[in-house]
């Protein structure tokens, strides 16, 4: 079975700070790749996915996030977060070409002060 | 706004009672899927339906069961409730079985 970690579970930096959210999975095979944004009070929504090809993937809002298949890390990454990034964020993963159920970590919480 | 809506957004009952919450998807998606999201467990999946059709199942209780009508709307039915039932309850929905999800606004159920 797979399993997501997200090492940082509440990370707090101020406006203008660099961001660097750990995420790691175990699973032998091939994957797809998934970091979900949820902003207070609203729902889940998809920041960025790696299928395949580029293992360097840029998502919304200037994040991006990198695959490196020999550490099963998939850390996302922002170069100078902002107030309105307060939020939570998961990381997923799902066995391609299996159930494409995808595992979710437990949640990252950022806040970013003025 | 994902364009995946879910009702009720609150929903506050007694132990022992049965609720059932609905799932509307985005226009055209197939599959929908009920995820559970509690501070202890985090986000669990607990069931798929694509095109009226269980598809894969999770950690679902057998107090719970789910169903996806023909028009593709899913109803997630929880009996028999405990306090440990309370938690936010998220659907999705994919155009297929294995797009990326889009999320619903979610329904806080609050189990006394």
């Known amino acids: 079975a797979q399993s997501v970690s997200q090492h940082n579970h509440h990370v707090i930096l101020s406006e203008a700070a660099s961001l660097e959210l750990g995420c790691n999975y175990s699973?032998?095979?091939?994957?797809?790749l998934f970091w979900y944004v949820q902003y207070p009070g609203q729902h889940l929504q998809l920041l960025l996915k790696?299928?395949?090809?580029?293992?360097l993937v840029k998502g919304i809002k200037g994040f991006e996030a990198e695959f490196i298949k020999s550490k099963f890390s998939f850390n996302l990454r922002k170069p100078s977060v902002q107030w309105s990034d307060t939020a939570e964020y998961f990381c997923?993963?799902?066995?391609?070409?299996?159930?494409?159920?995808?595992?979710f970590g437990r949640g990252t919480s950022l806040i970013v002060h003025p | 706004d994902s364009g995946v809506t879910q009702t009720p957004k609150h929903l506050i009952t007694a132990t022992g009672q049965r609720v059932t919450l609905r799932c509307s998807p985005r226009?055209?998606?197939?599959?929908v899927y009920w995820y559970q999201q509690s501070l202890d467990q985090g986000l669990q999946f607990l069931i798929q339906?694509?095109?009226?059709?269980?598809?894969a199942k999770g950690n679902i209780l057998e107090r719970f069961s789910a169903q996806q009508f023909p028009d593709l709307h899913s109803e997630l039915n929880l009996s028999s409730l405990e306090l440990g039932d309370s938690a936010l309850y998220f659907c999705?929905?994919?155009?297929?079985?294995?797009?990326?999800?889009?999320f619903g606004p979610g329904t806080r159920l609050t189990v006394l």
């Open positions: 999705a929905s994919s155009p297929g079985q294995s797009d990326t999800q889009y």
């Open positions: 699973y032998g095979g091939t994957v797809n």
């Open positions: 790696y299928f395949s090809g580029d293992p």
């Open positions: 997923a993963v799902n066995e391609a070409g299996g159930s494409y159920i995808p595992t």
């Open positions: 226009s055209g998606d197939l599959s």
């Open positions: 339906y694509y095109n009226g059709e269980e598809r």
